[in-house]
């Protein structure tokens, strides 16, 4: 099995769980490779610096992967989709974070999680991703041209109200006067609507 990890920050309180989280994937023999960022933040630790330095690193992912471990909160995952992109490697989000909509593994519960997962104990929660292309190009895309929780379409250089044309399948919908429109995934509706005390 191989299984990559991505983390965007390294604080003191979630060194314990990064740490753990190492050490059960390694009792286990399992090709660990840690996203190349978070892996000299993890590195900078002198409490942990040595004993997995046998890790590799990666800067993207390929398909040989099977597991894809986000450590962090929602806004993690959110950037870990950068990297599966549509290769369909699951995620798991362990949430050292706050909040967690997303990332549902509880911190308290990574050894017990990653066994279940060894076990093939879990399902997929199958999410729907957006695309955006715009015509012309649009250079500040780059790479990552599509999103998990919603794509804003704004406006720009101007204090007034825009209009906003919409098509759905090649036909007509209809015109917005706003200041912008969000095309939103049910993943990110939902973790909206969370967030305001709904349902």
Same mark, same amino acid.
């Given at each position: ?111 017990? &999680? /990653?066994?279940?997962? *060894?076990?093939? =104990? $879990? ?8 695309? !955006?292309?715009?015509? %012309? ?25 825009? &209009? /906003?044309?919409?098509? *759905?399948?090649? =036909? $007509? ?8 429109? !969000?095309?939103?995934? %049910? ?13």
């Amino acid at each position: 099995m191989k299984i990559g990890i991505y983390g965007q920050f390294y604080h003191a309180n979630s060194g314990v769980y990064i740490e753990e989280l190492l050490n059960v994937l390694d009792c286990e023999n399992i090709e660990v490779m840690i996203e190349e960022e978070f892996f000299r933040l993890i590195h900078q630790n002198e409490s942990i610096k040595n004993e997995f330095s046998h890790f590799g690193s990666f800067t993207s992912l390929d398909d040989s992967y099977d597991l894809f471990f986000s450590v962090g909160g929602d806004g993690t995952i959110l950037k870990a989709a950068n990297y599966v992109k549509d290769l369909d490697i699951p995620i798991v989000g362990i949430n050292t974070g706050r909040l967690g909509f997303l990332a549902t593994v509880n911190k308290e519960e990574i050894k017990a &999680t /990653i066994y279940k997962l *060894l076990r093939k =104990e $879990y399902h997929l929660s199958e999410r729907s991703l957006l695309c !955006i292309e715009t015509d %012309p190009p649009t250079e500040g895309f780059g790479n990552l041209s599509f999103a998990l929780n919603e794509i804003a379409v704004n406006r720009k250089n101007t204090t007034s109200m825009i &209009t /906003i044309e919409t098509w *759905l399948d090649g =036909e $007509y919908l209809t015109a917005y006067w706003a200041d912008g429109l !969000i095309i939103s995934t %049910p993943t990110g509706s939902t973790g909206y609507s969370l967030s305001c005390g709904v349902p």
